[in-house]
T-cell receptor, first 115, second 111 residues
Framework: DTGVSQDPRHKITKRGQNVTFRCDPI?????LYWYRQTLGQGPEFLTY????????KSRLLSDRFSAERPKGSFSTLEIQRTEQGDSAMYLC?????????????FGSGTRLTVV | SQQGEEDPQALSIQEGENATMNCSYK?????LQWYRQNSGRGLVHLIL?????REKHSGRLRVTLDTSKKSSSLLITASRAADTASYFC???????????FGTGTRLLVSP
């Protein structure tokens, strides 16, 4: 296992198009998180899965955003009808645990540019 | 929203000097973690300190936690050019199963 993988690394899309990102967590990790980071800011929480169940969604996640984690393995984050304000780095992280929040392992991120 | 605020926002030092960055947070926590992010990359977990701990060491890193002041500090001793990165503190959102990150300190270590 080589860590958390995210694909693609970069995505340029036109406003109004749909985009989908993929995250492959560390295989034994049951928790998977999506964060968004804009320039000069810290990561902002979007959503979180424990196994295949999506347990929390941020208010930042409008109806245009949807995330899935079928079978508790990889996850996808889809943004419909992209807007310029969606331009950001989208980070995926995974961790192992059922109680205390332990350290995350992050992927390298997907940088989205909406033109 | 971001729970933590790091101070300073940016720090520039020479190799061999120590770097200290501070983090303040707002709510009660179970633990506080520090992460490093090199430009354009993902974050790397550095160290975790629990709410019942006051100080923790890992290699050249020293972390302190003062829960009465809701603050933490990260000290990097004998800094190297390779330590150049952004550093973020993160707290577990007590009662919820996620980390909330601060705004970060950008550290530049010059040779």
């Amino acid at each position: 296992d080589t860590g958390v993988s995210q694909d693609p690394r970069h995505k340029i899309t036109k406003r109004g198009q749909n985009v989908t990102f993929r995250c492959d967590p560390i295989s034994e990790h049951n928790r998977l998180y999506w964060y968004r980071q804009t320039l000069g800011q810290g990561p902002e929480f979007l959503t979180y899965f424990q196994n295949e169940a999506q347990l929390e969604k941020s208010r930042l996640l409008s109806d245009r955003f949807s995330a899935e984690r079928p079978k508790g393995s990889f996850s996808t984050l889809e943004i419909q009808r992209t807007e310029q304000g969606d331009s950001a780095m989208y980070l995926c992280a995974s961790s192992l645990g059922t109680g205390e929040v332990v350290g995350y392992t992050f992927g390298s991120g997907t940088r989205l540019t909406v033109v | 929203s971001q729970q933590g605020e790091e101070d300073p926002q940016a720090l520039s030092i020479q190799e061999g000097e120590n770097a200290t960055m501070n983090c303040s947070y707002k709510t009660s926590i179970n633990n506080l973690q520090w992460y490093r992010q090199n430009s354009g990359r993902g974050l790397v977990h550095l160290i975790l300190i629990r709410s019942n701990e006051r100080e923790k060491h890992s290699g050249r890193l020293r972390v302190t936690l003062d829960t009465s002041k809701k603050s933490s500090s990260l000290l990097i001793t004998a800094s190297r050019a390779a330590d150049t990165a952004s550093y973020f503190c993160a707290t577990d959102d007590s009662g919820f199963q996620k980390l909330v990150f601060g705004t970060g300190t950008r550290l530049l270590v010059s040779p």
